[in-house]
């Protein structure tokens, strides 16, 4: 069983309720100007029962057909959402009390609506298309006021607030360049399939699904096992072995729906939201230069990286990736403007921060300012933490070509292999595939950038890998045993009786693709006694 989400929100100063498994996500407080500003003259309505419910269809009456039919075709995403509704509402006192918080912050909740609105409708197409209940579009105001950058005590992150190991789980990868708990569209269609996992353990149970996706499933089937085993109704509400923070987590969703079926009842106002798509993907294969991107193409930076929160840098990563980008500046991401970000992106390293390191003295290092190095690994602050692994510009002077410690941009070669290249560059293989978000046994190809140690041996000139093979006038006059010579930069290799590609590679420290680059042969050739063999030096 894996360890299941947190979700206390740091940026809101929630107070901390632990679980046995997994975490919470505590109610967020409203922000510091709501809390000044007069409540809500609707109030008193939460707690009052003659509140109008008819909205919801699950409880639906024939007066409000007619209301709900008018909202289905509005054009206001909110309003689209509310008139699907299905989740029936139960009567219940968890749900007032959270009903009445969030009716007391109105002007909250019309914040963090604005706050979705470029994300909103990408999460109900997904839910739709899963056949889930669109009430879920509201979660991620419980988790993270759909706050991207949110993070917990427990470092769960992103608006649908994944914890590392549950990320890993459902495919949500983590690099240096990148996480995938923050990235809207991958952190959604995880969310999408752990609810659709729910959903059929627990039959389309929706408080005991909404309750797991907080407290964990585990936890949640251990307390309906408790009630059975005592004769006790097993219904989320009679529950008892879970803790409070999971028990009021539905409830806070309830409410939610509550508010947002019928608005008009507690002076809300959600920001308009068009039932349209305004956002269209773009593949990356390279890495780029989101500020380079930016300037040329007219989004302002600030936009690009509010759509793409999954970047931790300026620069994207080696692995592929999604770049979301606002549909109706599309065209503006032409060919040669991809082309020149990532040629900007080539210029940057890595480099791990180091006891007694600050950022004006790095910047010093490697010829740029402190102020662009905290730009480009978008930091909150000017504080060096030890064992951070930062993006450093390279090839900026001579500073540069002498500081140490710095990663680079490697483009493969023909008859490059990755192990090749981890020997080369005094790497672990897999420290080289983990840096470039490579799989075990993904194969590189010839133009590919991948990040390399600099700590290394460069990488031999081109005349070098462009030495062939080269055989004797008169193969008899050979020596019978193998001999070497050093001659520019390379060693040649006499080849004798029982010699083999692979047996050449063991002798040499080297491997068979690259011999037979050098040589201009393929890999499975046999060789010819007498044969000279060109071995890159080392």
Not at 105 to 122: G, I, K, N, W
Not at 182 to 207: C, G, H
Not at 215 to 224: F, M
Request: hydrophobic fraction near 40%; include cysteine; proline fraction near 6%.
């Amino acid at each position: 069983m894996y360890k299941y989400f947190s979700f206390r929100i740091v940026l809101f100063l929630f107070i901390p309720i632990v679980l046995t498994l997994g975490g919470c996500a505590n109610l967020p407080k409203p922000d510091a100007d709501t809390l000044n500003q007069p409540q809500s003259e609707n109030t008193s309505a939460a707690t009052n029962d003659s509140i109008d419910y008819g909205i919801l269809p699950a409880i639906n009456s024939s007066a409000q057909s007619e209301r709900r039919a008018a909202w289905m075709n509005d054009g206001n995403l909110w309003h689209y959402i509310a008139a699907r509704f299905t989740l029936p509402i139960p009567n219940n006192a968890r749900i007032q009390t959270q009903l009445a918080f969030y009716a007391s912050h109105v002007d909250y909740l019309q914040r963090v609506t604005e706050r979705a609105s470029p994300y909103l409708h990408m999460i109900v197409k997904d839910l739709q298309e899963n056949d889930l209940p669109l009430e879920l579009a509201l979660l991620p105001i419980v988790e993270s006021a759909y706050r991207p950058e949110a993070v917990s005590t427990s470092n769960a992150a992103g608006i649908w607030q994944f914890i590392p190991s549950t990320g890993t789980h459902f495919g949500l990868q983590r690099t240096t360049w990148y996480d995938g708990r923050r990235d809207i569209k991958a952190s959604t269609e995880a969310a999408v399939q752990y609810f659709s996992r729910l959903r059929v353990m627990f039959n389309d149970d929706w408080p005991v699904i909404i309750a797991s996706y907080n407290g964990g499933e585990g936890t949640l089937q251990k307390a309906i096992d408790y009630n059975q085993s005592k004769g006790l109704p097993t219904d989320f509400w009679s529950l008892t072995k879970i803790s409070q923070e999971t028990a009021d987590y539905p409830a806070r969703l309830y409410a939610l729906i509550i508010i947002f079926s019928n608005p008009e009842k507690f002076g809300f106002n959600p920001y308009p939201v068009p039932n349209a798509s305004v956002l269209t993907e773009i593949k990356l294969n390279k890495p780029i230069n989101l500020s380079k991107l930016a300037t040329l193409t007219g989004v302002s930076h600030e936009e690009l990286y509010r759509l793409n929160p999954g970047f931790d840098k300026l620069i994207t990563g080696p692995a592929s990736a999604n770049l979301l980008v606002p549909k109706g500046l599309a065209d503006q991401f032409t060919p040669s403007a991809m082309e020149a970000a990532e040629k900007s992106a080539i210029d940057w390293g890595r480099y791990t921060l180091r006891r007694g390191d600050n950022f004006h003295k790095v910047a010093y290092r490697y010829g740029c300012d402190a102020d662009e190095l905290i730009k480009v690994n978008r930091l909150s602050s000017a504080y060096a933490r030890p064992g951070e692994t930062i993006l450093v510009p390279l090839g900026r002077g001579e500073k540069a070509r002498l500081a140490s410690g710095a990663d680079r941009m490697y483009t493969v070669q023909s008859g490059d292999s990755l192990w090749g290249l981890a020997r080369r560059f005094n790497m672990e293989l897999a420290d080289l595939q983990r840096m470039n978000g490579l799989k075990k046994k993904e194969e590189i190809k010839p133009g590919q950038k991948l990040m390399v140690a600099s700590a290394g041996r460069e990488p031999e000139p081109a005349h070098a890998a462009r030495a062939v093979l080269k055989t004797p006038r008169d193969p008899h006059q050979a020596k019978p045993a193998a001999h070497k010579t050093k001659s520019r930069g390379a060693n040649h290799y006499t080849v004798k009786k029982g010699d083999t590609l692979w047996n050449v590679a063991q002798r040499f420290s080297t491997t068979v693709t690259e011999i037979a680059s050098a040589n201009r042969i393929q890999t499975n050739r046999a060789l010819k006694p007498g044969q000279v063999l060109v071995i890159a030096s080392q």
